[in-house]
């Protein structure tokens, strides 16, 4: 990002990025799009994250459990996600890829995580 009118950061509003960090469905979209070369469908997507919710492999993933993600990938979060600009989602083909603001808002989900996650006693940069 060196272009004169992208900034310092993440291209996108910063209520939007805190919105969309705001679920941690839409924070695992992000996640999982930075972790793939390739646009994802709402179905990986939704096994993925019935995977990390359910505490199972993503082959032991019920359809039950899949379905319910899915449906809410598709009603609400995917688009979300499009609307502000941190994913590109294709509605009609069912496929979400990256764009330029998906590193950053992933970069800064994993500081945040991994601040939150310090073990009790360490220096902590709060």
Known sequence: MT??????GIPI???DAFRVMSNSRRRQVVLSLT??????????????IAAIENLVDP???????????????????LETLDD???????ERG???????????????IREITRVC????????PV
């Open 94 to 108: 069912k496929r979400v890829k990256a764009t330029r603001a998906t590193q950053p808002i992933a970069s800064h």
């Open 117 to 124: 996650y310090e073990p009790e006693g360490s220096e902590c």
């Open 59 to 77: 082959s032991e993933v019920t359809g039950e459990q899949r379905t319910t993600v899915y449906v809410a990938l598709i009603q609400s979060h």
């Open 84 to 90: 502000v600009g941190v994913v590109d989602y294709d």
């Open 13 to 15: 509003d910063p209520d």
């Open 35 to 48: 972790q793939s070369d390739e646009p994802l469908t709402a179905s990986e997507l939704a096994r993925e």
């Open 3 to 8: 272009g004169p009118d992208e900034g310092y």
